[in-house]
């Protein structure tokens, strides 16, 4: 689809910081509008038409502090027709341009939380049965973290947010500032997506699946989108140049379908301090890393040896094997920048104390099968404990209570599984026969529970659930009640039923 596209000719975006329009009684208050315009994503692009927060892909970073909540009036500026193709034939709701933002890791009210049938129109015209308030108040009472804002619409998140509707959202706290990590102009997000392009440097998104046997609509889902170009922070594969010194990257994969597996290609590794939901109990030294669709990882890359010498970030994960192929760079780090002054920030072995929730009562079990279906037009369609969105609510954990959900993928890929409201703990991984189970639904472990990674062992809110195991994770519901969602972030299973709600009852 795309021409050639030279890697490494522009600069990496910095990401501006969100202003608060007005701040009362210590609360701010702020404004972002949702609107189409065009970005410059390449040298060799002529600018594409987006949907972007402020005007802008990535959105604006919102950059706050623990303890001090803030509102947030999303406003809906675009146009009446949607700039991708839009299949009618999987769960629709009218018109078609509706939006709803979604603060992925927080915890929120659930009139708040950007509900996928919360959705609303330019100016408020037109609403969703679950619209409950036009300003959005986010408590920030979470410990420090890197969250993300997206686009989270009934039936076209994956159109929403790959028009460029996702931008990054940091809270910090007084533990994380004592620990000296490199900050300031050395604290650098990367949002990696994935995009493909026509010709004319419009967004390529596909209108049917790549061989259509059967009478598809048109246009009509795709059961995965893979994009063959790597952006961060809006640019296609991008350079920064770097001082010889620690930098700190908070690295979010706002791709719809594809996972990364990112490694130096200067053979030298890096460094873990945080996930999905902030520090980790200690630091983790990597060569490479795993990252599912909208999993954070906050790393620490040091330069300080590598004075002169470029730097590729590498991705070798997923890769198909299309010769076109070049989904295996990401961006490139240049140590060309003179120290400006010496390199005081520090890698902390222990970066923070995570109570186990092993510990405590466990009030509920619940068994959630990650099962492949077929919707009425023969389309697959993956589905969570074979229930449809718009079955009744299965899910009810009480407020205050902990339970351990086990997700049990039976279907032979990955799918990163993600809860609202809460951050929980991974338990454990435990392999079981695929075979076995396809011929008779029964699972029969072929080997022992596996402990999560390393690099897992802070909290989460998405989890990798590999095909043929049974990922368990324990999670406390609060600490408020009501009505969320839960649901695999690859976005094109999302929209096509693989999304239930659950009710955290009083
Ligand atoms: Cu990142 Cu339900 O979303
Ligand atoms: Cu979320
Ligand atoms: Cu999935």
């Given at each position: 689809m795309?021409r050639?596209?030279e890697?490494f000719v522009?600069?990496?975006p910095a990401?501006n910081?969100?202003?608060?329009l007005?701040?009362?009684n210590k609360r701010?208050?702020y404004?972002?509008?949702?609107?189409?315009?065009t970005?410059?994503l390449?040298r060799?692009l002529?600018?594409t038409r987006?949907w972007?927060?402020n005007r802008?892909?990535p959105?604006?970073?919102?950059?706050?502090?623990?303890g001090e909540p803030?509102?947030?009036?999303?406003m809906?500026?675009?146009p009446?027709k949607h700039?991708?193709p839009?299949?009618?034939?999987?769960?629709h709701?009218?018109?078609?341009?509706?939006t709803?933002t979604?603060l992925h890791?927080?915890?929120?009210r659930s009139d708040?939380?950007?509900?996928?049938e919360?959705?609303?129109?330019?100016?408020?015209?037109q609403?969703?049965p679950?619209f409950k308030r036009e300003?959005?108040?986010?408590?920030?009472r979470?410990?420090?973290a890197?969250l993300?804002y997206?686009?989270?619409a009934?039936g076209?998140?994956?159109?929403n947010?790959?028009?460029g509707l996702v931008g990054?959202?940091?809270?910090?706290d007084?533990?994380?500032?004592?620990l000296?990590?490199p900050?300031?102009?050395y604290?650098?997000?990367l949002?990696?997506t994935?995009?493909s392009?026509n010709?004319?440097?419009s967004?390529f998104?596909p209108s049917?699946p790549n061989?259509?046997s059967?009478?598809?609509p048109?246009?009509?889902?795709?059961?995965f989108f893979?994009?063959?170009?790597?952006?961060v922070?809006g640019k296609?594969?991008?350079?920064?140049?770097v001082?010889?010194?620690?930098?700190r990257?908070?690295?979010?994969?706002a791709?719809?379908?594809?996972?990364?597996?990112?490694?130096?290609?200067?053979g030298?590794?890096f460094?873990?301090i945080?996930?999905d939901?902030?520090?980790?109990?200690r630091?983790v030294?990597l060569?490479?890393l795993?990252m599912?669709p909208?999993?954070?990882?906050d790393?620490?890359?040091?330069f300080?040896?590598?004075?002169?010498?470029?730097?590729?970030l590498k991705?070798d994960?997923?890769?198909?094997?299309?010769?076109n192929?070049?989904?295996?760079?990401?961006m490139q780090?240049?140590v060309?920048?003179t120290?400006?002054?010496?390199?005081?920030s520090k890698?902390p072995k222990?970066?923070s104390?995570?109570p186990?929730?092993k510990?405590?009562?466990?009030?509920?079990?619940?068994?959630?099968?990650l099962i492949e279906?077929?919707?009425?037009l023969?389309?697959?369609?993956?589905?969570l404990?074979?229930k449809?969105w718009?079955?009744?609510?299965t899910?009810?954990p009480?407020?205050?209570?902990t339970?351990?959900?086990?997700?049990i993928?039976t279907?032979?890929?990955?799918h990163p599984?993600?809860i609202h409201?809460?951050?929980?703990?991974?338990?454990?991984?435990?392999?079981?026969?695929?075979?076995f189970?396809?011929?008779?639904?029964q699972?029969r472990?072929?080997?022992?529970?596996r402990?999560p990674?390393p690099n897992?062992?802070?909290l989460?809110?998405?989890?990798a659930a590999?095909?043929?195991e049974?990922?368990?994770v324990?999670v406390r519901?609060g600490?408020?009640?009501g009505?969320?969602?839960w649901?695999?972030?690859?976005?094109e299973?999302?929209?096509h039923d693989?999304?239930?709600?659950?009710?955290?009852?009083?």
């Amino acid at each position: 689809m795309t021409r050639k596209l030279e890697k490494f000719v522009d600069q990496l975006p910095a990401i501006n910081t969100i202003k608060p329009l007005e701040v009362k009684n210590k609360r701010a208050f702020y404004e972002i509008k949702m609107e189409e315009f065009t970005q410059k994503l390449h040298r060799d692009l002529e600018p594409t038409r987006l949907w972007g927060y402020n005007r802008q892909f990535p959105g604006p970073m919102f950059d706050v502090n623990k303890g001090e909540p803030i509102d947030v009036k999303w406003m809906n500026n675009l146009p009446g027709k949607h700039l991708l193709p839009l299949d009618e034939s999987i769960i629709h709701h009218d018109p078609e341009v509706r939006t709803v933002t979604h603060l992925h890791g927080s915890e929120t009210r659930s009139d708040s939380d950007g509900y996928p049938e919360a959705w609303f129109t330019k100016d408020f015209k037109q609403v969703g049965p679950f619209f409950k308030r036009e300003i959005y108040h986010y408590p920030n009472r979470q410990r420090a973290a890197t969250l993300w804002y997206h686009d989270h619409a009934m039936g076209i998140t994956r159109l929403n947010v790959y028009a460029g509707l996702v931008g990054m959202y940091i809270i910090r706290d007084q533990e994380e500032r004592r620990l000296k990590l490199p900050t300031g102009d050395y604290e650098i997000p990367l949002i990696i997506t994935d995009r493909s392009f026509n010709e004319d440097g419009s967004l390529f998104y596909p209108s049917q699946p790549n061989n259509p046997s059967r009478n598809l609509p048109n246009p009509s889902i795709v059961p995965f989108f893979l994009g063959d170009t790597i952006l961060v922070n809006g640019k296609v594969w991008p350079y920064m140049e770097v001082e010889p010194k620690k930098y700190r990257f908070r690295v979010l994969n706002a791709s719809n379908t594809r996972g990364y597996q990112l490694y130096l290609d200067s053979g030298q590794s890096f460094y873990q301090i945080g996930t999905d939901g902030g520090l980790l109990p200690r630091t983790v030294k990597l060569d490479k890393l795993v990252m599912e669709p909208a999993e954070r990882a906050d790393l620490i890359i040091d330069f300080s040896k590598y004075e002169g010498k470029s730097i590729i970030l590498k991705n070798d994960l997923g890769s198909n094997p299309d010769p076109n192929d070049e989904t295996f760079d990401v961006m490139q780090f240049r140590v060309t920048k003179t120290l400006t002054k010496e390199d005081t920030s520090k890698i902390p072995k222990r970066l923070s104390t995570i109570p186990s929730l092993k510990t405590g009562m466990v009030a509920g079990y619940r068994n959630l099968k990650l099962i492949e279906s077929n919707d009425p037009l023969g389309r697959p369609m993956p589905l969570l404990n074979n229930k449809k969105w718009e079955d009744p609510v299965t899910e009810k954990p009480r407020l205050g209570t902990t339970e351990i959900w086990s997700f049990i993928n039976t279907m032979p890929f990955t799918h990163p599984i993600h809860i609202h409201l809460i951050q929980f703990q991974i338990l454990d991984r435990r392999p079981f026969d695929l075979d076995f189970y396809n011929k008779t639904g029964q699972i029969r472990y072929t080997g022992p529970a596996r402990p999560p990674e390393p690099n897992e062992r802070g909290l989460k809110d998405t989890v990798a659930a590999p095909a043929g195991e049974v990922t368990r994770v324990i999670v406390r519901f609060g600490p408020y009640s009501g009505q969320y969602v839960w649901h695999c972030h690859i976005l094109e299973h999302e929209d096509h039923d693989m999304m239930r709600p659950f009710i955290v009852r009083e």
